[in-house]
């Protein structure tokens, strides 16, 4: 930060109210005069003190990989848009759109199990012609879930459209009530603005697959034919299949289309299984973390031989995305901090605009010492920041690329600093003044002050610079980028990250 010098601090506690009067950031020292003006109202007695840290956590194991200078935060943003790992560059520089807040990107979250329902389902394919869109719209489509119905009484549920060349295209719908489509009859979307005529010998016969919805707990379910989702190599996959559909059904996967129904070996790697399908809380789980990449990842019934379809897939990717990130401030710079930040501010990063739709937790901090031995590390908290308290968590800072994090629990809390007591129930006579010359701070330290009867004001005259003692550092989860080590709060992590 800039050099600041002159009152940098000035105020009149409350009576018997030991309360801050200037704090350092990370990043500052500080050297100066407290002077101390006790008003015309009668004589008081008074109290400086030098604090070293803002809180004591003690920690629930002393195996956690942290150090002088770590960030540590429990304030995340889930953004409206995900954030692909080669852009989640740590310490780089949020700016809201509005140019009011900032905030600064510590790491993204690690999602947790992401879940896909699965349903079965009897679907019939129907070639369609004559595909258009009553809205104009140049590339009709039918939406996922909506119902279609054929003006005469019949109605089903659509479960993917895949569209053909020019006008035509392929409908999947199940639940299908009221009688049976013909030939000729127009399908028309009950959501969508999209028609199409059934061509002659464009009804299939019906199948039985399996339906997903979109991981995210969505209510609508599709085929995998037309986009083939991809599952990302750092993660767990969960297929729910409590469904009462599925009682009897056994989903498996295979790289090759229909399994061992086709001969082929089923897709093993990082399986667990849990309850029995149809039943409430069974699943099939995979840990994908570190699998090698797959092209086709094909889902197939074991339980029916004759269950096998080649252009129904996922597919896997290592082009990791996140929709969570943590983030913290380390020093104020003239605009909102982290602490400021709600529901539907955004900002702007590389092109992209990220909407915050979600925020928790409301504490961050740098480390200034970590003490296995007691398993207590003395924290700074950054300007906003909520007090932590016990059961609080956040990840620790292993300094070795790509190690994973743990993630530590506050046992408990002291927010009673040990104290360098500077001047100690000094008496002042009233309407007098006394100056304490020659205080220093370091970066993260602060002077607090009392009065007894809440007569004195006091005023901090100081000059303030900044300083490279303290090295800020910042995980770093890929060789593909490497961040600076010192003054990451000031954005060196990233270009950017401010919004235009």
Not at 178 to 186: E, K, P, R, S
């Amino acid at each position: 930060m800039a050099t600041n010098t002159g009152a940098l601090a000035n105020l009149k506690p409350a009576a018997a109210t030991e309360t801050t009067l200037f704090k350092n950031d990370v990043f500052s020292s500080t050297t100066g005069t407290v002077v101390v003006n006790c008003d015309g109202t009668g004589a008081d007695t008074y109290n400086v003190s030098l604090r070293r840290w803002d809180q004591e956590l003690t920690l629930d194991a002393a195996t956690y990989k942290l150090h002088r200078g770590d960030i540590i935060s429990n304030t995340k943003f889930t953004l409206s848009a995900a954030v692909p790992l080669a852009d989640a560059i740590p310490g780089t520089k949020f700016t809201s759109t509005d140019g009011e807040k900032c905030a600064y990107l510590l790491d993204v979250v690690d999602p947790a199990t992401t879940t896909y329902e699965v349903r079965y389902k009897s679907l019939i394919a129907f070639t369609l012609e004559n595909v258009a869109d009553a809205g104009a719209t140049a590339n009709p489509d039918f939406a996922n879930g909506e119902t279609v119905t054929n003006g005469g009484g019949v109605s089903g549920v659509v479960y993917e459209f895949v569209p053909g060349v020019e006008s035509d295209g392929v409908l999947w719908v199940g639940d299908i009530t009221g009688g049976t489509f013909a030939a000729g009859d127009v399908l028309t979307g009950g959501s969508s603005t999209t028609s199409g005529t059934i061509s002659v010998g464009g009804i299939a016969t019906a199948v039985n697959r399996f339906v997903f919805n979109d991981g995210a707990g969505g209510a609508v379910f599709r085929l995998q034919n037309q986009i083939q989702p991809e599952l990302l190599t750092d993660r767990v996959y969960r297929f729910d299949v409590s469904d009462a559909s599925m009682t009897g059904i056994d989903l498996r996967f295979s790289e090759f289309a229909g399994g061992t129904n086709s001969g082929q070996a089923e897709y093993t790697s990082g399986k667990t299984t849990s309850g029995t399908a149809g039943s409430a809380s069974a699943y099939v789980q995979y840990d994908l973390s570190g699998a090698e990449l797959v092209t086709q990842w094909y889902p197939f019934d074991f339980a029916d031989s004759n269950y096998t379809d080649d252009s129904q897939y996922f597919a896997f990717s290592a082009e990791y995305t996140f929709n969570e990130i943590w983030v913290y401030t380390q020093q104020e710079e003239g605009i909102k901090v982290v602490s400021d930040w709600i529901i539907t501010d955004a900002f702007t990063y590389r092109d992209v605009t990220y909407a915050v739709d979600a925020i928790t937790g409301d504490s961050y901090g740098t480390i200034l010492d970590w003490d296995s031995a007691t398993s207590k590390a003395y924290v700074t908290n950054g300007p906003g920041s909520a007090l932590w308290v016990g059961t609080d968590t956040f990840l620790d800072a292993p300094r070795q690329t790509a190690t994973s994090k743990a993630v530590a629990t506050i046992s408990s809390v002291s927010n009673t600093s040990v104290a360098d007591v500077i001047i100690n129930a000094d008496a002042i006579a009233q309407s007098t003044s006394e100056e304490r010359k020659g205080i220093i701070l370091g970066p993260g330290q602060q002077i607090r002050v009392e009065a007894t009867n809440g007569r004195c004001n006091f005023i901090f005259d100081a000059f303030q610079d900044t300083v490279s003692e303290l090295a800020t550092t910042l995980y770093q989860r890929t060789t593909d980028y490497e961040t600076s080590a010192t003054n990451a709060g000031a954005g060196d992590g990233g270009d950017g990250g401010d919004a235009p």
